[in-house]
Structure formats: structure tokens, C-alpha cells
């Protein structure tokens, strides 16, 4: 491969090229799958209307079209043109590409084309006699040029992204792949058509991914696990072995080992749940920590607590960790246990290996090895509803 290779990436008329596309913009998908040929720099050629967020431009150096030639005329080596708009596009295809280019100058076409297209790969000093054609416009760049050598591309590689149904295909494309490249990992898709996972998530081996599972961003899911149907996984780590049962919600969380979540279970950024825990049906989490072997069966609120290992956290029971105009924390030691129906009002921590009656609320700390029962004393009226029910009759 050359030396000196620079990438050189242009806008479109329309501002769908600065879309978020899994997470990223989509010019910078694009620019993704030219990264492996290891270019020296890449050019971002922006029109007029272009605004690009300046924390985006980290390794890019923005050029407008007015000034392109005036930077192309600097630069040594090869150029890789190609439209930023272009995310389907493939690395195999832009290194024949570029290995294509050493004798002259090289471009890309489908399979069933014949008109040129704009991605073209050549050396710098060929477009440096363009001024006119560059300050033009990249668009019909070189289409008249003589000597090209074809590089033949499948069709969706060359999908332009300019329009709200080309978006939409090129998600279905870039989505299919990601499960090709996962089955042929050893991941067991339950239906790869309603399977929507990002090309940034990695999942291991042996994992089994039920029909209308979403996982999206940067998330990693461990080997062996199994993700039950309509749950919905964001920018989270999954252990292995862990069971995830349907229509489970988990964005910015850390799950460990052997655990199980759901069904209907919402796990909010920064909770971490510890190996071997469980979390079940419609139990809500957010910025807490659940610790190795611990268990929130049901229908529990738990935020901004830590829990230790081996806590049994009983159904209906709530963190009150808001005062109205603060967060505070909750805090339960090793080996505690939490009855049904407990309210744990924050700032408050519960001792290692404590027991909290049910349908308590507590409001201090409880020590170590304690019992705690923070509920009205139960009084009972022999009686009462038969004399009740007489002096109704009677009435």
C-alpha cells in the first residue's frame, strides 16, 4: 500500500450526511470503513451549509469546497475520493481499490454499471491540473478521464445516503451484516430478520438472541447467554451465561455473570448487577449496585443504592432516595434481608445480616445482626364485623 495515502471525504446538498447512524454521523461511518487502508489524513470537504459540531472533527481536517484545490494542492501521495454519504461501503472494496490505482488511477462501479461513479483513487499530482473540475465539484470528478481502471463493487456498497428511504436501507443493510458476522461467530439468531443489532455490539459465542431483540451502541454480550424476545439492550455489558427473560429494558448497566433479569425489568444507566443475581419481574434500578448472589424478585424501586452480596430484597419494596430536592443513598450490607412492602428512606443503611419486618418504614439506621419493625402494632376487634353488619341490617 502507499505511504502517503489521504482520504479525502465530501458532503452532499443535504444535511442527512451529519445523522447520527448507529450512534456516529454518518460521514464518519463512512470514513470507518476506509480506516483499515491507513490513510495519513482525511479531508472533510464541507459546502457552505455544512455544520459540523467541532468535537466530531477529532483526525479530520474540515476544508471548504472554495478552498479544496488550494489544500489538494499541498498533499503527496494518493487520494481516496468518496462521498460521505456512502456508509455501506466496504474495505475489501476500497483496497482493490487502492491497489487497483498504483499504475494510474482507479474507480469503483456496481456490477450492472456503466456510468462512473465519484469514488475514484489516484495520485495527488493528477487532480492538482483540475482546479476548475474541483472547485465544480466533486461529483462529476474524473468522469471524463481516460486510463481508469474498473473496480467492480456489490450495488448496496455504492448507496448514497440522501433521502429517508435510502437511510432506511442502508440500516437494513449495515444491520444484516452485523448478523452475518455474528452467526458466523457461533450466535444463534432466532430470526435474523427482526434481530436489529448495532455493527459496534459484540456478542459471544453460544449466545442464543430471540425474535425482536434490539441491542444498539457499543454494547458487549457475554457467550453462552440468552436474550429473550422484545428486550431492548443500549450501550450495557452482559456477562455469560446470563439470562435476560422478555421485554427487558437495560441502557448504561453492567451486568455480571450467571444472572437473570426480567421479565418487564428496567435497569436506568449505572446499575451494576453482581454474579449470580437476579433481578425479576417489573423491578426498576438506576445508579445502584446489586451484589454477587443478591436477589429484587418483584415489583421493587431501587435507586441510588449499593447492596452488599447474598441480600434477599422482598417484593414492594422502595428505595426513597428523593427529598424533593436531593438524592441521597441507600445502603444494605452483606447477608441482609429485606421483607415485602418496605420503604428504606435514604440516607439510611442497613447492617450486615439485619432483617426488616415487612411493611416497614424505615427511617434510621439499623445495626448489624438486628431486627428492625417499623410498622403499627396490629390490633384486633373480636366481633366487630358481625356487630357491624346487625347494626347495618337494623339501620
Not at 470503513?33 to 474540515?62: C, D, F, M, Y
Not at 443504592?305 to 436531593?326: F, L, Q
Request: aromatic share 4%.
Amino acid at each position: 500500500m502507499p505511504s502517503q495515502l489521504t482520504l479525502v471525504l465530501w458532503a452532499g446538498s443535504g444535511q442527512i450526511f451529519q445523522k447520527d447512524l448507529f450512534g456516529r454521523p454518518l460521514w464518519q461511518r463512512t470514513r470507518e470503513a476506509a480506516q483499515p487502508l491507513g490513510p495519513a489524513r482525511t479531508l472533510l470537504v464541507l459546502n457552505k451549509t455544512s455544520r459540523i459540531p467541532p468535537h466530531s472533527l477529532e483526525g479530520v481536517q474540515p476544508v471548504p469546497r472554495a478552498r479544496l484545490w488550494e489544500s489538494i494542492a499541498q498533499l503527496q501521495g494518493r487520494l481516496l475520493l468518496l462521498p460521505a454519504d456512502m456508509p455501506c461501503i466496504g474495505a475489501s472494496s476500497l483496497r482493490r481499490l487502492l491497489a487497483a490505482s498504483r499504475s494510474g488511477a482507479s474507480r469503483l462501479l456496481a456490477p450492472d454499471q456503466e456510468r462512473p461513479t465519484s469514488v475514484l483513487c489516484c495520485a495527488a499530482a493528477r487532480l492538482k491540473t483540475e482546479p476548475r473540475a474541483l472547485r465544480n465539484g466533486l461529483e462529476t470528478l474524473g468522469r471524463d478521464w481516460e486510463g481508469f481502471k474498473t473496480v467492480r463493487a456489490r450495488s448496496e456498497e455504492l448507496l448514497r445516503v440522501r433521502s429517508a428511504a435510502d437511510w432506511a436501507r442502508a440500516v437494513q443493510i449495515l444491520r444484516r451484516r452485523t448478523c452475518q458476522r455474528l452467526v458466523a461467530r457461533g450466535v444463534l439468531l432466532d430470526d435474523p430478520d427482526t434481530a436489529q443489532v448495532d455493527p459496534d455490539v459484540t456478542v459471544g459465542r453460544g449466545t442464543r438472541i430471540r425474535s425482536w431483540v434490539v441491542i444498539e451502541g457499543a454494547s458487549r454480550i457475554g457467550s453462552h447467554c440468552d436474550i429473550g424476545s422484545f428486550t431492548h439492550i443500549v450501550d450495557s455489558v452482559v456477562g455469560s451465561h446470563t439470562v435476560l427473560l422478555d421485554h427487558c429494558y437495560i441502557r448504561g448497566s453492567h451486568i455480571g455473570r450467571r444472572a437473570q433479569v426480567g421479565p418487564f425489568a428496567h435497569l436506568r444507566p449505572q446499575s451494576t448487577l453482581g454474579n449470580d443475581s437476579k433481578v425479576g419481574n417489573f423491578v426498576e434500578m438506576k445508579k445502584s449496585v446489586l451484589g454477587a448472589g443478591s436477589k429484587a424478585p418483584h415489583l421493587s424501586y431501587l435507586g441510588d443504592a449499593r447492596i452488599g452480596r447474598k441480600v434477599n430484597v422482598g417484593a414492594g419494596t422502595i428505595t426513597c432516595n428523593y427529598d424533593g430536592s436531593a438524592k441521597h443513598q441507600t445502603v444494605i450490607e452483606d447477608g441482609a434481608f429485606i421483607g415485602s412492602d418496605v420503604q428504606l428512606v435514604a440516607p439510611v443503611r442497613i447492617g450486615r445480616g439485619a432483617y426488616v419486618a415487612a411493611g416497614s418504614s424505615i427511617v434510621e439506621d439499623v445495626p448489624a445482626g438486628s431486627l428492625a419493625i417499623a410498622r403499627a402494632r396490629q390490633v384486633v376487634k373480636m366481633g366487630y364485623a358481625r356487630r357491624r353488619r346487625t347494626k347495618k341490617r337494623k339501620s
